[in-house]
């Protein structure tokens, strides 16, 4: 893949990121335990594409 590709697709994945902290940290002030759980580790995958973009 092309850098500028790969550029594009990192700042996809890094605002989707962002995102799912915001996510986490609303579902964490509700004490939904379970919505946390998915929601880290649906960060944890969005953070290893990430890391794998770059």
């Given at each position: 893949m092309d850098t500028p590709?790969?550029?594009s697709q990192a700042d996809i994945l890094s605002r989707l990121?962002?995102?799912k902290q915001k996510q986490?940290?609303?579902a964490?002030?509700?004490g939904n335990s379970l919505h946390c759980q998915?929601?880290?580790a649906e960060a944890e995958a969005i953070s290893n594409a990430l890391k794998a973009a770059r």
């Open positions: 590709m790969k550029q990121y962002d995102m986490l940290a609303h964490l002030q509700q998915v929601l880290e």
